[in-house]
């Protein structure tokens, strides 16, 4: 009898908290109003195909995974605390880490 485990995961946002399950990733937050805002999406079909089954490549397709599923919650919590219509997605996003990182690695050294 072979059982399958299913795994969950999860990080805390900005006023929320996400929660990934096997199918599926959800975000909840409050916004501004303090009212609760839940932001649901569905999994990429990521873990289903054949390089999966390689012990390396796994932990690197998960460790991939887990740093975008977690930017992009961070993002979407980010968006939903400035109360605005205008959210930091796209070149913008990504200029904005690359500024980050090099100057959080320029002063550790």
């Keep these: 009898m072979s059982e399958e485990i299913t795994t969950y995961g999860g990080q805390a946002v900005i006023e929320g908290v996400m929660m990934r399950g096997s199918c599926g990733v959800a975000i909840a937050m409050r916004d501004p109003e303090q009212k609760i805002i839940i932001h649901t999406e569905p999994l990429s079909g990521l873990y289903t195909g054949k390089i999966i089954k390689i012990p390396f490549l796994r932990g690197l397709v998960a460790l991939w995974d ?3 599923l977690g ?3 961070l993002t979407i919590s980010a968006n939903t605390q400035t109360g605005e219509d205008e959210e930091l997605s796209g070149p913008g996003l990504y200029i904005t880490l690359g500024i980050s990182l090099s100057l959080l690695l320029r002063h550790k050294t």
Aim: glycine share 16%; no cysteine.
């Design 71 to 73: 930017t992009r919650a």
């Design 66 to 68: 887990a740093i975008g």
